[in-house]
């Protein structure tokens, strides 16, 4: 399995596929975080008397940022599996065969 030399293009490709996994992995930590906060940490330190019930009101904002956030992570997604493409352009198969021909 001997892969071809990547052009430009393909680089760039590259480029934006490493960049898209980053920002995924940045969207999940935000929606994990605001799903902690909005369901768990909240609703604990309000039944704690650490924080006031009124601050119970703002729970369905981490709720609707959790739900923005996963949609983007979808939406980035899609894309990363997009230019997963390149791959195919540089190597001829996903999987090692060894050596067999």
């Known amino acids: 399995m001997d892969p071809t030399t990547p052009t430009f293009a393909a680089w760039a490709d590259i480029g934006d596929l490493i960049t898209g996994m980053a920002v995924m992995v940045g969207l ?3 929606f994990s975080t605001n799903m902690l906060i909005g369901h768990v ?3 604990s330190l309000v039944a704690s008397s650490h924080i006031p019930e009124k601050l119970e009101k ?3 904002v981490f709720y609707a940022l959790a739900v923005i956030s996963f949609a983007a992570t979808i939406f980035v997604l899609t ?3 997009d230019r997963a ?3 195919r352009d ?3 198969t996903f999987w090692i065969d060894g050596g067999r021909d």
């Open 28 to 30: 999940v930590v935000f």
């Open 41 to 43: 940490f909240i609703p």
């Open 58 to 60: 703002v729970r369905p």
């Open 79 to 81: 894309i990363v599996i």
């Open 85 to 87: 493409g390149v791959i």
């Open 90 to 92: 540089i190597y001829d």
